[in-house]
């Protein structure tokens, strides 16, 4: 799926990774799905990318076994919505990692423009991409929230493979998010 070379043959594992996730535009979908925001103009908004790039991008995701599609009703006429299988939520350490790094070395252009990693769990946050490094316990999409502050005050739960929406959560006081 890379944009200039085709490297999912390659001997090393990290260009046959990157041949899939090293395009900006799929793990920007990929982030939208785990929002729970599968819908393609819902997508599209978000992203503000071209139909023909976001076409492509999904149907890559699709193809590569990341995204499939789910039918829903749209008053009048079926159409496709995009969720995790199991092989797109293990790509969550990797989407985990890229916001933790880019919070860490890169400045933000303004005081909205963060985003953290939650575990849900114990309800810190954390600076590992696969573990909770307040409680030690691994993270999965049943347990993380991200806390776009551009999106929402709160964290948000993430969505979890065939869901297609965010998985209940609590809260540290135990309460339902």
Not at 32 to 41: A, I, Q, S, T
Not at 114 to 139: K, Q, Y
Request: proline letters at 6%.
């Amino acid at each position: 799926m890379a944009l200039r070379s085709d490297w999912s043959q390659r001997t090393c594992s990290m260009a046959r990774g990157l041949d899939i996730l090293g395009d900006p535009w799929s793990m920007l979908v990929l982030r939208e799905v785990f929002f729970g925001n599968g819908r393609f103009e819902a997508i599209k908004a978000r992203l503000g990318a071209a139909d023909s790039v976001l076409t492509k991008r999904l149907a890559g995701l699709v193809e590569a076994g990341l995204l499939a599609r789910r039918p829903y009703g749209d008053g009048g006429r079926t159409r496709q919505e995009y969720v995790l299988t199991a092989k797109g939520e293990d790509a969550l350490p990797v989407l985990n990692a890229v916001v933790i790094w880019a919070e860490k070395h890169l400045p933000a252009p303004s005081g909205q423009a963060h985003m953290f990693v939650i575990h849900s769990g114990c309800g810190e946050r954390t600076s590992s991409a696969d573990t909770c490094t307040a409680c030690g316990e691994p993270l999965t999409a049943a347990n993380t929230s991200w806390h776009s502050l551009s999106r929402t005050e709160d964290p948000v739960p993430l969505a979890s493979a065939g869901t297609g929406a965010p998985v209940p959560t609590r809260r540290q006081n135990g309460t339902a998010a």
